[in-house]
């Protein structure tokens, strides 16, 4: 694929799936927490039905930078868990796929609230 | 009091300044496929490093959520986030922002405690049903299988 | 003795001392910044932490009342004390170093009224000689107690409002010299059903109505009747409710209101959305601008309204409404 449609189509795919977080925040009062959730849980089921898949192809970073691609990320694991181990997979592979992303976050975060001070925001 | 509850209510939804949808929607767009953009050109170059696409992909979340933690830390991430609304808060990097800044807020009531115990305030319902719904499509597709013969 | 008439008390020896503010450096950079007595620009005061630092605010602000005053705080006879966190922490830690007899109240931003009308009645009656009124809020402590950690990146609507990181101090004794404080009505617990944490001056704006409204009739006065009424922190949106409230009864409040948590920031440059709020905000407005006036009679006579959103989380979060309260209180010049 031509470098500037792949480019073209990671900002489309990601910009989209952010402005429709948006709109629910302005429309629905949905606290950021609950969209965080939402949209990890909407990624696991349009990774289960298989739509997800087409989508990561077409946008690549944005399909998977947004949190729908962790929910996604999730379903793939579990899927190729459960091929390998069967009943025990559906237990095993969330965690396997997520690993990276929580462990980073975990430690990360850790470092940073060690390095850091806690700070205010705006205006001060 | 003179006026129902009910009544009441429509007022204070008629005279509340609605968000500025106008504004807001473009600057998410705009924020966050920029955020997707820079994901994607991570993947390329990881690719290109010689890594294959599943750890190129766990590598560019790392490294995002590393960005994440270093802007919440500087005090920018919510800085860009009050112009880019969802912008900041879809992209994995919200969810690092959403770890970094209580583990950072919380350190002032002790490392145990505050900074760790508080770490998963707003992102561990993400994990809780994230975790839970995968559980739940891992069962699904085993029964399936079982009934369609495969095992 | 002070006369009670309904729900609005009446007092013949009860005036204001001496009264002092603290404020943060945001607040100095509004359009009353240079009329507060200290600027406290750091918002940790060079304490640890956010709370230790309102409680140094709370303090700053009541040993220059006192200062001022010429009372030491032996002399001090009692402090009714508040702010929005919880146990009352800023004022117990902050205060707790000066000794003088102590009783914390909480009205969330309306405490401030409640200490002034409180303190006036302690007087009044005789009790003690002078009684001390402070209270206090702090942005960071506030938002790490009632919303999210300060860098979390989750967005404010319109309608949310701006916790002032301020306090204020005011000193009654038996009555001298202005401002006097003349009558105050205590308000009821108002549930208008509104339950958005982001929308505060909705939830209050009801009970601001009600209290003046009540206060109006038990005093026979009328918006005419006051040089001003200063609401506590209803915000634009609480404003334009109370307006809404009144025009449907004919009464035409606009003209003579005013609103300190419109007035604390200038909301054109900063970003405060709705406006100020929080127990140190009208108390800083009013120690910091509002008595003066009345003070040397460019204000004769004003009612001063405080409105508190007396809003629980952990009610919020299974469902609650936000109830809200507003104490009245009568200062003069005469």
Known sequence: MDIFMEYFWAFLIGGLLCAVGQILIDLTKLTPARILTSYVVAGVILGAIGIYEPLIELAGGGATVPLTGFGSLLSKGVREAVDQYGLLGAFMGGFTSAAVGISAAIFFGLIAALIFKPGTKINE | ?151 | MAMREGKTFRYSNASILSYASVAGKIESEGPYGDEFDEIIEDNKGGTETFEQAEGLFQQKALQHAMDKAELTADQTDLVFAGDLLNQCTSSSYGLKDLYIPFLGIFGACSTFAEGLLLAGAMVNAGYVDNAAAVTSSHFSSAERQFRFPLNYGGVRTPTAQWTATASGAAIVSAAQKPPFIRAATVGKIEDMGISDLNNMGAAMAGAAYDTILRHFRHMGTSPESYDLIITGDLGQVGTDMLCELFKRDGIDIEKKHKDCGLLLYDREKQDVHAGGSGCGCSAAMMCGHFLKHVENGDLKRILYAATGALMSPTMVQQGGNIPGISHAVEITFN
């Open chain 2, 1 to 151: 009091m003179n006026i129902s509850n009910q009544e009441y209510g429509e007022l204070a939804k008629r005279v509340s300044p609605p968000s500025s949808m106008t504004k807001t929607i473009p600057m998410a767009f705009v924020i966050g496929g920029a955020i997707c953009v820079l994901g994607e050109a991570l993947l390329n170059m990881y690719q290109a490093l010689g890594f294959d696409r599943d750890n190129a992909g766990a590598l560019t979340s790392m490294t995002l959520i590393f960005l994440s933690a270093l802007l919440t830390g500087l005090k920018l991430y919510d800085r860009i986030a009050q112009f880019a609304g969802a912008g900041t808060l879809v992209p994995i990097t919200g969810f690092a922002n959403s770890v970094v800044s209580p583990a950072l807020d919380f350190k002032t009531e002790g490392f145990v405690l505050g900074l760790g115990a508080k770490m998963f305030t707003i992102a561990g319902p993400v994990i809780v049903y994230g975790i839970s719904a995968s559980i739940i499509y891992g069962i699904i597709y085993y029964i399936f299988k079982v009934l369609n013969g495969y095992v």
